[in-house]
């Protein structure tokens, strides 16, 4: 449902639909549960605790930090990776310290968010090597959550069952229990004897060195893992399915993502548009020198990625861009493009991404539907007032204020309902109302997650207030 920039108050304009479902109210006298302890979990258990809101986090891992804690068993964190957004737009709350560098490496990353949690005072709340392994509703509303503690000693304190009254998901979008892997490729690849690993399971070059390693797939996180192996690898090769537009990170010594933030909402789209197509060619130039079709869709239709070092290796050689892998049967790379040879490789990194998987959010994509339908604001379960998911929303700029955003949204609406809110009520009746899809202008060719950052966190927002009143 395409919205304009006020998407608050177009969905509020909107006729409730007719349902039987009445959300009976959760059962407010027990605590919330909070899983996960990263950006988006930190950001909701703060929103929480400052609405009054009881809860308990639970963590895995043992401190706080999600996948910018390297250690974390699900990380997909590696040697040397910062931030893509730059430290101008990735915060919580508050900024980052101004003599740290643009982009944010691994460990200040990790850092920030452990003295966020200490400046907020919720690190007591959070239980800590202890994992969500499912939950039940109760006949009166609540949940029944099965959890493991993996740092218990004795096997009788690995498991128990507790009742909250509803589950707020901080699970993520990047680690490696959601990895992406496409099937026939992957069966080949191991098949044949390659060794083969996703993107998220990869750490440091050095294993790679004197090997011939294929890289499938261009995101951020492919291009920049492509550029550190060819250092020591003795070929590397990058295949490419759907050339995306690739950005400078830095335009005039300013980080790209706080330049749109700080460019004036009036400027007309043309002079915005053309001003940085003519800044994006003196600083990465065209596409056919890297040996790239131009992208078939508009730089605004599809996320791009940012050049922290692939363009200079493919230009000097260090890495060689082919086709869309088509076959990897018997060792060998065959490629779409038929002037391209086949090649023979070591190693094969599917950069592939990551599926959105959170738990008890029902979705048949057999049925073309999308996760980001299943959820009202992106943030609440359509049939259950007790579910919220804290679920990360791709856009030009960092996420981590839109995670506050989500947070203070959820957090109003528990508080609102524990004390009997007339816009909490008035919400449930709502949930299953077409969410607008928040892009405005932007990610026409891009999933539900994708959108404009100023109309969804205005969005957020303007709902947090109404169900505050």
Known sequence: MTAPRDAFRFWLSQAPPPTSDTCPPTDASLPLLVVGAGPAGLAGMAALRRAGVPFTGIELHEDVGGIWDITNPVSSVYEGMRTVTSRYTTYLGMPAPSDW???????????????????????????????????????????????????????????????????????????????????????????????????????????????????????????????????????????????????????????????????????????????????RWLTVGGFRRLGLRTPRHSINDRLPIGDRGIVKAI?????????????????????????QAAESVDDVIFA????????????????????????????FHRREPGLAYLAEAVGFRGCWPVFCDQAQAVAAYFAAEARGGRNARDFNLRRQSPTPDFKGELFAKSDGFHVDYDIYSRALRDLAGWLAR
Do not use: C
């Open 101 to 279: 560098p643009d982009y944010i490496p691994h460990a200040q990353a990790r850092e920030y968010l452990r003295k966020f949690a200490e400046n907020e005072g919720i690190l007591p709340q959070i239980e800590f090597q202890t994992r969500y392994l499912g939950a039940e509703k109760t006949p009166r509303g609540t949940w029944n959550v099965t959890l493991r503690r993996t740092g218990a000693k004795r096997p009788d304190e690995k498991y128990e069952v507790r009742e909250f009254r509803g589950i707020v998901f901080a699970t993520g979008a990047h680690h490696r229990e959601v990895q992406s892997v496409p099937d026939d490729l992957g069966s080949q690849a191991g098949e044949a004897g390659l060794n083969v690993l996703h993107s998220s399971d990869y750490k440091h070059p050095q294993p790679f060195a004197g090997r011939r390693v294929l890289i499938v797939g261009v995101g951020n996180s492919g291009s920049d893992i492509a550029d550190k192996i060819s250092h020591v690898a003795k070929r590397t090769i990058l295949a490419i399915r759907t050339t995306p537009w690739i950005n400078p990170q830095t335009l005039f010594g300013t980080p790209l993502d706080k330049m749109t933030r700080d460019t004036p909402a009036w400027f007309p789209r043309w002079y915005k548009l053309s001003t940085f197509h003519f800044a």
């Open 352 to 379: 592939t991404g990551f599926e959105r998987r959170y738990p008890l959010l029902e979705i048949d994509p057999r049925q073309g539907s999308e996760v980001s339908e299943a959820l009202a604001f992106l943030a």
């Open 315 to 339: 230009l000097s050689g260090r890495v060689t861009v082919r086709s869309q892998v088509t076959s990897l049967a018997g060792g060998a790379a065959q490629f779409a493009d038929p002037s």
